[in-house]
């Protein structure tokens, strides 16, 4: 990143934190109809980043306008962004969110309260079987998870996908991990919203893997790109 970028980021992020009360800058905006709010910890430029994505449009919504997910799966919860969306779109629908970070949970929690957003919240990273793991919190915006050790051992586990629901997965590399296994469980999540990582490298085969499995791709990107978020339906929707 170029030093005029860096220097604008800070400006964005100073400019951002002057609206901090006890800490937290809180944002107010409607989605599909319903007032809602995302509280950001101020000076957290990862925070900022992911708000105004969220802002911004979100995660791709499905197609089909009729389609109601049997569940919603939030992988990477990270503070909140994408289970705000969904459960804005799908009031009535179980929802339950993975999360690692324990500074990120304590602000997702803060964000479902104040939304009134009911949630199963999960203390765990995913991977591709219960294991125990490290957690990197400093070598990225929201952190990741690897076999390699820190002083941060975190939980693992494969989720359980309901037949039929929305999975999401934002999970900082591990979906190269995770993904797979699930395909081979032949766990069937009718939409998959998923962040891919090292896609230049590695993301052409987790999209193969997905058309095998009867799913089309919806998104826009390059195969240059370093990371891009698409949507994955599967057919009969």
């Known amino acids: 990143m170029g030093s005029h970028r860096r220097r604008l980021r800070h400006l964005f992020v100073k400019a951002i934190s002057l609206y901090s009360q006890a800490g937290e800058v809180c944002l107010h905006f409607k989605l599909y109809g319903r007032m809602m709010e995302i509280n950001m910890r101020e000076g957290n430029e990862a925070d900022y980043l992911v708000a105004g994505e969220l802002i911004a449009g979100g995660y791709i919504l499905p197609i089909d306008k009729r389609f109601v997910p049997t569940a919603i799966v939030d992988g990477g919860a990270n503070i909140g962004t994408f289970a705000l969306q969904a459960s804005a779109r799908f009031p009535n629908v179980v929802l339950k969110c993975y999360e690692p970070d324990p500074a ?29 793991l ?15 050790s820190s002083s941060h051992p975190i939980s693992c586990e494969l989720p359980q996908i309901p037949d039929g629901c929305w999975l999401k997965l934002d999970i900082e590399g591990a979906e190269y991990e995770v993904l797979p296994a699930l395909l081979r469980q032949q766990a069937r999540p009718a939409i998959i919203s998923l962040e891919i990582h090292d896609f230049v490298r590695r993301g052409n085969g987790l999209l193969t893997a997905l058309r095998q499995h009867g799913y089309s791709i919806h998104g826009s990107f390059k195969p240059t790109d370093l990371c891009v978020t698409v949507c994955a339906y599967k057919s009969l929707i």
């Open 104 to 132: 990120n949970l304590e602000q997702l929690r803060l964000n479902l309260a104040r939304n009134g957003i009911k949630a199963e919240i999960v203390p765990k990273a995913l991977w591709s079987e219960n294991t125990e």
């Open 134 to 148: 490290f957690f990197h919190a400093d070598l990225s915006y929201t952190g990741f998870v690897s076999p390699e």
